[in-house]
């Protein structure tokens, strides 16, 4: 059974940071979603399993996704947070062959396996 495990959300001012950890098994592709109340579930980062990693225009140069592949986890770091990025975060792995497309990493058609969600909020 594979079992995501996030941690590390929080509430934190504008321009404050935050790392998010996901604990689980390695896979072809893992990523970071979003979902803010009454928003569609959207792809924030994603890496590929030879470290590849791409991002959503949004977070671009403030955020890093990266992999401790001894320990099995994954993490996500943000940076100069901003309101906008208020939103409950979820891990999600596959092992989809479609994980050698940067798109498709950032979709979550390709994703079997998500982990419960971390909550994070950025007051103004």
């Known amino acids: 059974q594979v079992q995501l495990v996030e941690s590390g959300g929080g509430t934190v001012q504008a321009g404050g940071s935050l790392r998010l950890s996901c604990t689980g098994s390695?896979?072809?592709?893992m990523a970071w979603f979003r979902e803010a109340p009454g928003k569609e579930r959207e792809g924030v980062a994603a890496?590929?399993?030879?470290?590849?990693?791409n991002y959503a225009d949004s977070v671009k140069g403030r955020v890093t996704i990266s992999q401790d592949n001894v320990q099995n986890i994954l993490y996500l770091q943000m940076n100069s947070l901003k309101p906008e990025d208020t939103a409950m975060y979820y891990c999600a792995a596959s092992w989809s062959t479609l994980c050698g497309s940067e798109s498709w990493r950032l979709s979550r058609v390709i994703y079997s396996y998500w982990g419960q969600g971390t909550q994070v909020t950025v007051s103004s």
């Open positions: 890496i590929k399993n030879d470290g590849s990693a």
């Open positions: 390695r896979f072809t592709c």
